[in-house]
């Protein structure tokens, strides 16, 4: 499938309403058009189909490709337009973003650290590293969503922001996890194009790139934070604090011994990586991240006193919150799912929560079953 | 001058999803000049807030909420293309008085964030939240939730939330539209603010997210100080 890599250049504006106008006349479960279809389900188990071929491809591709381009993003009735540029050399990534819309903000990623620069500010790190740009979830080390999930297949071909592309659907098997169409650069498998999609087939959110450069050789200086002082060392050439990412979130207060969730629809794992963002004095919430490789959830128990506590679910595109409330020795506990996942998830999860009570008589127990905390 | 009128309209075309495809290689043949970007970007916004109208008109977000509840898919199409049209786009520029029982047009809010960060979000969320009472455990009433200052207009749905169902089973029936728009006041909503920009960052590093992380973040705006 290797194809000899040519820079190409081009700028569109694609009519993407009518693409939407055609996809939503799909069946989603249907996705899978006659020419690939067929073989695809009749592949063996372990043999790596051409969709999932893509998709590893993919995940390869936007990582080592270097490439400039601007994407439209949007979620709800929110759109917005966003530069990128990304950077692959000497084995590490550098990537640029700056917000087009709006108030300037820019996000520079260079290797695992990520800085955002807003205007007339200070450059602030964030805490937790962020993988940034389209895709990025899918790295060379996890690059397929798992089969017993999702159905993957190649879904026809299209054409994006001036490229002739491959459609990929990973379709959610169950109800638990939302749906995906993306457009792969036929050349690199960069994603070019990507629709979020509920059981229903209604899109809930969408990346598009409308003009994108593949190849370029980005020179240093087009990797400048348009925002940075003259002059001023740039971010990264300084060491990296050690403070911040190695505080152990202090307010947990033992709240992580005392929930369980007691359902989690299949395939979600409990992502070993450790939330540790400092929390305000006197604040004690704990949360856990869950994933299935490709959709994620965050789960937030918060003990509010005797405030009052919302109940109930908001959404913004592929994004839900729902919230609950459970009363421990006349505490307010706020629960709370938080994920690009489907109502019904992000419910069952928060509902089956269990929480226990306080037991102060006990602290030592909780103090040692935190590792890492001095 | 003309082709730039040209482009404009075939622009504007292609946001409401009637541009041809001659149109649209006529488009795209060209460089998009700064002008012609900036126009496309009105357009967008005009387009975004028609959209919103819409949802408006239609009850849209409720409707799937509930369906989603019912674990059904929902029994009617959105809004066809005659209705949106009959938004006027004069109705952009005034604001909007909720009446009970409309969909509430998801709006920005700006927070300052928990713990000193440095950023605050503006997540501009379709908000369906009710408030308990501490007191009892249960909802509120609608006429004591209007106690609550008025931060962002959020539908209440008193049946459907409040009567949980037992997990994995689908809830009674929800279709009946909600009985009223309160508020969550501003510590709620910078609570939810805060989850969701939590969420986006650990959704990113735990190799959850197929799609944008970063996007995702876009609401980010500058707050008052910054971290150093």
């Known amino acids: 499938m290797t194809v000899p890599f040519t820079p190409a250049r081009c700028r569109a504006l694609t009519g993407f309403w009518l693409l939407l106008g055609v996809l939503s006349t799909l069946c989603l479960p249907s996705l899978g058009i006659a020419e690939t279809s067929a073989s695809q389900e009749e592949t063996p188990v372990l043999q790596e189909t051409e969709a999932e071929s893509w998709l590893r491809k993919m995940a390869e ?84 969503p798992s089969r017993d999930q999702y159905h993957m297949t190649l879904a026809g071909v299209g054409r994006v922001a001036g490229f002739d592309a491959v459609k990929v659907a990973v379709t959610a098997r169950d109800e638990y996890r939302h749906s995906y169409l993306l457009w792969l650069d036929r050349r690199t498998a960069l994603p070019l194009k990507s629709l979020v999609l509920d059981k229903q087939g209604e899109v809930l959110e969408r990346m598009q790139y409308t003009s994108l450069e593949v190849g370029k050789a980005i020179a240093d200086s087009d990797l400048k934070l348009e925002n940075w002082p003259r002059g001023k060392p740039l971010p990264y050439s300084e060491a990296r604090p050690a403070a911040a990412a190695e505080v152990e979130e202090e307010a947990q207060d033992g709240l992580r011994q005392r929930w369980k969730l007691q359902w989690l629809p299949e395939g979600f794992k409990k992502s070993p990586y450790q939330i540790k963002r400092v929390a305000a004095d006197g604040v004690k919430v704990d949360t856990a991240v869950y994933s299935d490789g490709l959709s994620a959830f965050s789960v937030f128990v918060e003990d509010l006193g005797s405030e009052p506590v919302p109940h109930g679910v908001s959404q913004l595109g592929a994004t839900i919150a729902y919230s609950r409330m459970e009363v421990i020795d006349g505490s307010n506990y706020m629960i709370t799912v938080v994920g690009e996942v489907p109502l019904v998830t992000a419910r069952q999860v928060a509902d089956s929560i269990q929480l226990q009570a306080e037991s102060p008589r006990q602290p030592s127990v909780d103090a040692g079953a935190e590792p890492g905390n001095p | 001058m003309n082709d730039d009128l040209k482009a404009r309209e075939t622009l504007s075309a292609v946001l409401d999803d009637e541009a041809n495809e001659l149109e649209l290689a006529r488009l795209l043949k060209q460089p998009l000049a700064p002008e012609l970007l900036a126009a496309m970007r009105r357009y967008q916004s005009v387009r975004t807030v028609l959209a919103g109208q ?140 805060e989850y969701l920009i939590r969420h986006a960052e650990h959704a990113a590093r735990s190799n959850g997210q197929a799609v944008v992380p970063f996007a995702r973040m876009a609401g980010f705006e500058a707050s008052q100080h910054s971290q150093r």
């Open chain 2, 54 to 193: 819409r949802q408006v008109a239609t009850f849209d977000i409720s409707a799937r909420v509930a369906a989603a509840l019912q674990n059904e898919p929902l029994p009617a199409p959105r809004t066809s293309a005659a209705e949106a049209d009959q938004a006027p786009p004069a109705s952009v520029a005034q604001p909007k008085q909720p009446r009970p029982g409309e969909q509430v047009t998801p709006r920005k809010a700006r927070w300052q964030l928990l713990g000193g960060a440095a950023v605050a979000a503006s997540v501009a969320f379709a908000v369906m939240f009710s408030a308990h009472t501490p007191q009892t455990g249960s909802m509120e009433a609608p006429a004591q939730l209007a106690q609550v200052p008025a931060v962002a207009p959020v539908q209440i749905y008193p049946e459907q939330l409040q009567s949980r169902a037992p997990t994995g089973q689908p809830m009674a029936s929800l279709a009946s539209a909600p009985v009223a728009e309160r508020s969550m006041d501003e510590e709620q909503l910078r609570r939810l603010n």
């Open chain 1, 61 to 144: 591709a936007r990582r080592t490709q270097s490439y400039e381009g601007i994407f439209v993003y949007g979620r709800g009735d929110e759109v917005s337009s966003i530069q990128i540029q990304h950077r692959y050399k000497d084995g590490s990534e550098q990537e640029r973003l700056l917000h087009l819309d709006g108030e300037k903000r820019e996000i520079m990623r260079e290797g695992n650290r990520v800085f955002c620069v807003l205007p007339g500010k200070e450059v602030m790190e964030l805490e937790q590293s962020l993988p940034s740009g389209p895709f990025s979830g899918l790295d060379a080390d996890h690059p397929l």
